[in-house]
């Protein structure tokens, strides 16, 4: 026996229309009768601490505020001085950096060895970069490694390098 095309497809209809009423009547279930649920607050038992009644002799003693620190800052710090370079020669350091976004003539670099400041020059302003030309500093030449960094400051910016380490070349 064969079908015909319009057999198919009406059976087809009715296996789609029977989804469609039998996902209606699972959400409907799903739903209770006027809309969502709202949770109903549920009574809880208040427990109240009792608070401690002062002693006559934590009444006597004044309050004391709580010693704060301060940190006075003369210019705000506006970034990060970049190394350019750094060679160590025998017993000498030299150093180039900069100082990017800040462009200014009256600023000073500092090359900091082991936290010691050992050479400041005035920087030198360039296109949206200050420079801080060659820093030389004379370190000691048997050591592995050495430890510098380089501090900006002007009046109206201050910026510090990355803590480096600078092997020597010979």
């Known amino acids: ?55 006559p002799e934590e009444s006597a003693t004044p309050d004391m505020p709580a010693p704060t620190e301060t940190v006075e800052v003369d210019t705000p710090y506006n970034g990060e001085v970049l190394i350019i370079t750094a060679e160590q020669r025998g017993a000498t ?19 900091r060895v082991d936290g010691v400041g050992v050479a400041t020059i005035t920087s030198t302003a360039g296109n949206g970069v200050t420079y801080c030309g060659l820093m030389s500093a004379d370190v000691a030449s048997d050591s592995a490694a050495t430890r510098f960094d380089v501090q900006y400051e002007s009046s109206s910016t201050r910026a510090r390098s990355a803590d480096s380490s600078v092997e020597s070349s010979q």
Do not use: Y
């Not at 950096?97 to 670099?109: F, H, I, K, L, R």
């Open 1 to 55: 026996m064969r079908r015909t095309t319009t057999s198919v497809t009406a059976t087809s209809f009715r296996l789609f229309g029977g989804l469609i009423v039998g996902m209606l009547a699972l959400s409907a279930c799903a739903t209770p009768v006027g809309g969502a649920m709202t949770p109903s607050p549920t009574p809880t038992a208040t427990l109240e601490s009792p608070t401690p009644e002062p002693t």
């Open 93 to 111: 350091l030299e150093v180039t950096a900069m100082v990017p976004g800040v462009s200014e003539d009256d600023g000073t670099c500092t090359l």
